[in-house]
């Protein structure tokens, strides 16, 4: 597994925008669906939103969609989420890693190791 390393994050008003971005250091990069997943004060890591290996399918956790947009480029070796219209509620630390799909449309980290992440307060 190569090294995953996140950034872009900070503290906005709420409606604000961030872009994040995460960089994978290893070229295998291309093979893998990329998710992001967020860990909130006091609550556990969830799914937010996965691109898989080609651009041609995202999809979403019901309380971002239309809000945060996933993008990748595989020159690169980047994964972003552009987050628009943010909410007090999406505070928390942001982490990429591979995913994989779950019966119930969310998706799952496959690396077992993570990055440090990146932190995002929405706050007034």
């Known amino acids: 597994q190569g090294q995953l390393v996140e950034s872009g994050g900070g503290s906005v008003q709420p409606g604000g925008s961030l872009r994040l971005s995460c960089e994978y250091s290893?070229?295998?990069?291309?093979?893998?669906?990329m998710g992001w997943f967020r860990r909130a004060p006091g609550k556990q890591r969830e799914f937010v939103a996965a691109?898989?290996?080609?651009?041609?399918?995202?999809n979403y956790a019901d309380s971002v969609k239309g809000r945060f947009i996933i993008s990748r480029d595989n020159a690169k070796n980047a994964v972003y989420l552009q987050m628009n219209s943010l909410k007090p509620e999406d505070t928390a630390v942001y982490y990429c890693?591979?995913?994989?799909?779950?019966?119930?449309?969310?998706?799952?980290?496959?690396?077992?190791?993570w990055g440090q992440g990146t932190q995002v307060t929405v706050s007034s």
């Open positions: 691109v898989t290996y080609n651009s041609a399918t995202t």
């Open positions: 290893d070229h295998t990069f291309v093979d893998y669906t």
């Open positions: 890693n591979a995913a994989y799909p779950n019966t119930g449309g969310t998706y799952s980290p496959l690396f077992g190791a």
